[in-house]
């Protein structure tokens, strides 16, 4: 498994603990010590939050008992994992260059990936930079001489 897989891997099992507790945080008593550390390092990233002091008391009163560790995700985290389960679709059917967009190199999977990207604007938290997608809603890909696809 790819470093990749396994974070998205971490990150599903934390939002569907999250969910299942109801106050979305996971805690150590259901997350393996091996995925603690992965997402000790996540939290590095910005797309895992832990629980510190007072959350980990009023976590203890709500669930009865001490917590010791707990996490979830953040809106970059979120954002990441919805993405990251979703899947480029297939390429469109090559079209013109508009002549007020400037033509930009990008190789197949980079149109895809910017394809899906665009497509999740509803769903993520944090949205795509301002314009991205009314720029980048209908690339068109043309077949240059240097092997890559201008869009």
């Known amino acids: 498994m790819r470093s990749w897989e396994r974070a998205l891997s971490v990150l599903e099992a ?6 299942a507790a109801g106050h979305g945080w996971a805690l150590d008593t259901e997350i393996l010590p091996r995925h603690q550390q992965q997402v000790n ?8 939050e832990l ?5 980990r008391a009023e976590l203890s009163v ?9 996490a979830r995700l ?3 985290g979120h954002d990441t994992l919805t993405y990251g389960c979703s899947r480029p679709w297939a390429e469109p059917p090559p ?10 190199e990008l190789i197949p999977s980079q149109v895809a990936a910017l394809r899906v990207f665009v497509g999740l604007t509803s769903r ?16 068109r890909v043309i077949t240059g001489s240097s092997g890559g696809d201008r869009i």
């Open 14 to 19: 934390l939002w569907e603990r999250g969910q």
């Open 41 to 48: 390092a996540l939290e590095s990233h910005g797309l895992v």
């Open 51 to 55: 629980a510190c002091r007072e959350d």
């Open 62 to 70: 709500l669930e009865g008992g001490p917590v010791r560790w707990a």
């Open 74 to 76: 953040t809106s970059y």
């Open 95 to 104: 079209g013109g260059e508009e002549a007020d967009r400037q033509a930009v």
């Open 124 to 139: 993520l938290r944090v949205p795509p930079a301002d314009g991205l997608a009314s720029r980048s809603g209908r690339p």
